[in-house]
């Protein structure tokens, strides 16, 4: 049975896309493993024709032992299972990499950041205190200058160094807002796969890629063209054996034309698939009649071309 084009070709696409993900995941790795970037070119390109090789392996490799080449289809799946097992690695190692690499960014950059915003706020949370201190002694100052009668000079300090104290206060109580807003935020925004442990990480791509290299063989597998066997009818049967010379004479009177045999144990020999073995006392009970006699007739279809006799008697031709 052979699937619709409706449904070969979507099939066909997924395949396609899964492969050029492996692909470029070789292509990659070994382009990481080779500095000079001529040679890296060309392995990861025979990378590349390798990894697409591996999904075709499969079929073809089926395709032999249905031929009964089994040395040739075991050679195959050899060479398809190696070459996978690189595809795998390289895919594993791609993802993996790509995780814990996010995971590092995220902390170096979020952590650094985080413990750089505390820092500033408490420096400025310090700064704000020394200021209101210094207000304070401002206070004192102006107080004191009063109670000797010298109340414009008092005046006089309190508006000038009051005011810079003011200005040098609400500019650190901003940057200690703009910190707080900052590092709530970066506290509200978790990391990629930071929920994933080491272990599972682990499982989630070996899982990853063990699916990108069996998913695509088992469709191609799967869409791999059968061959069908016809059933070979009685005219087919009679043709051929008009066709084949004969080498004894019919021993029988004719009652089908051309063949000499019962329409009885044509149609037996129809009804039986090729290959299959027809047992003298089974077709002389079908036929009703002597063992002896069913003998002369399954020897004279087998001289037809209609069975064949092996060692473990008649078979359908």
């Not at 995971?103 to 950059?109: I, K, S, W, Y």
């Not at 791509?205 to 009818?233: D, H, N, Q």
């Not at 021993?251 to 037996?268: C, H, K, R, S």
């Amino acid at each position: 049975m052979h699937l619709q084009p409706l449904h070969r070709w979507p099939l066909l696409a997924m395949v396609t896309v899964l492969a050029g993900v492996t692909a470029t995941s070789v292509a990659l790795a070994i382009s990481a493993l080779i500095a000079a970037p001529l040679l890296a070119g060309l392995f990861a390109s025979a990378a590349v024709v390798l990894d697409l090789f591996k999904y075709a392996a499969w079929p073809l490799a089926l395709m032999l032992l249905a031929a009964r080449r089994t040395l040739a289809a075991l050679l195959m799946m050899a060479s398809a299972l190696a070459l996978g097992a690189v595809s795998g690695w390289a895919t594993y190692d791609r993802l993996m990499t790509s995780i814990i690499t996010s995971q590092a960014e995220h902390q170096a950059q979020h952590g650094q950041r985080q413990a750089d915003l505390l820092e500033l706020r408490q420096a400025d949370a310090t700064r704000i205190e020394q200021l209101d201190a210094e207000a304070v002694a401002i206070h004192h100052q102006a107080n004191a200058l009063r109670e000797r009668g010298m109340v414009t000079r008092a005046l006089e300090l309190e508006a000038a160094a009051l005011a810079r104290i003011d200005a040098l206060r609400n500019a650190a109580q901003q940057r200690r807002d703009s910190a707080s807003q900052e590092l709530t935020t970066l506290r509200s925004q978790p990391a990629k796969a930071a929920g994933l442990s080491t272990e599972l990480a682990t499982l989630l791509c070996i899982g990853f890629a063990l699916a990108l290299e069996v998913v695509p063989a088992m469709i191609l597998s799967a869409l791999r063209p059968v061959p069908e066997t016809a059933p070979v009818t009685v005219q087919a049967r009679q043709k051929r054996a008009e066709e084949r010379p004969q080498e004894h004479p019919v021993t029988e009177p004719e009652t089908a034309t051309g063949t000499g045999l019962p329409p009885e144990l044509l149609e037996l020999i129809s009804r039986t698939d090729h290959g299959a073995k027809l047992a003298v006392r089974q077709v002389a009970k079908e036929l009703r009649m002597g063992s002896e006699r069913t003998t002369r007739l399954m020897q004279q279809a087998a001289e037809a071309g209609l069975l064949s006799k092996t060692a473990a008697g008649y078979v359908a031709a």
